[in-house]
């Protein structure tokens, strides 16, 4: 297992829809323990495949936040919303590709994923609350949209600002 790097805003590789997984064999198995321990080194609950500058479509998440609970990490390969609430729910988002960088975001409350799991069988589930937000913004990182994406204008444009910026900062450091 390892830790990679991972791709900081703005980032051409953020911005490309990612191709489907063709079998779940054991090079995609370990990009997916290699996603986790990044996620989990982070610290954060979800990691999406171009994170990492691989633009397949895998996501890994683990929402469990109470301390001392059981861990629940999940690898989900070509995941799909197949049904979305007509309720929203307003999450102030952050991406581990923006660091100290926050918006509110409305999303469905309530989602139905179908997804290839780590053994290659088909799955389906419902995700709420901070499950849902964290899914729908990984399956986001997919298609190459960020959560800055849903902010006014300007606020995405001064985040991006500031990204450049401490980008050229840490790559004169
Ligand atoms: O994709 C990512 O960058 C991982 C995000 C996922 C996420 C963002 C917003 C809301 C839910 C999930 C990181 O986990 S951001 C860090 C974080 C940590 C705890 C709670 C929310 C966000
Ligand atoms: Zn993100």
Redesign the pocket.
């Known amino acids: 297992m390892s830790i990679r790097p991972i791709i900081l805003h703005p980032d051409p590789r953020l911005k490309k829809v990612c191709a489907p997984v063709d079998g779940v064999n054991d090079e995609m198995r370990k990009l997916a323990e290699d996603m986790l321990e990044t996620?989990y080194d982070?610290?954060?609950?979800?990691?999406?495949a171009p994170?990492l500058g691989i633009l397949k479509r895998l996501i890994v998440m683990d929402?469990i936040?109470e301390e001392g609970a059981d861990p629940q990490p999940m690898a989900l390969f070509n995941p799909e919303v197949m049904w979305m609430s007509e309720a929203l729910n307003t999450?102030e988002?952050?991406?581990?590709?923006i660091p100290e960088q926050y918006g509110d975001v409305n999303r469905p409350a309530e989602v139905m994923v179908k997804w290839i799991d780590i053994d290659g069988a088909a799955c389906e589930a419902k995700f709420d609350k901070?499950w849902a937000?964290?899914v729908q913004?990984?399956i986001d990182?997919l298609e190459g949209k960020l959560?800055i994406d849903y902010l006014k204008p300007l606020r995405r444009q001064m985040i991006t600002r500031k990204m450049v910026k401490l980008k050229r900062e840490r790559a004169r450091a």
């Open positions: 996620m982070a610290p954060g609950i979800g990691l999406a994170q929402c936040k999450y988002e952050g991406c581990l590709s901070l937000t964290c913004h990984e990182h959560f």
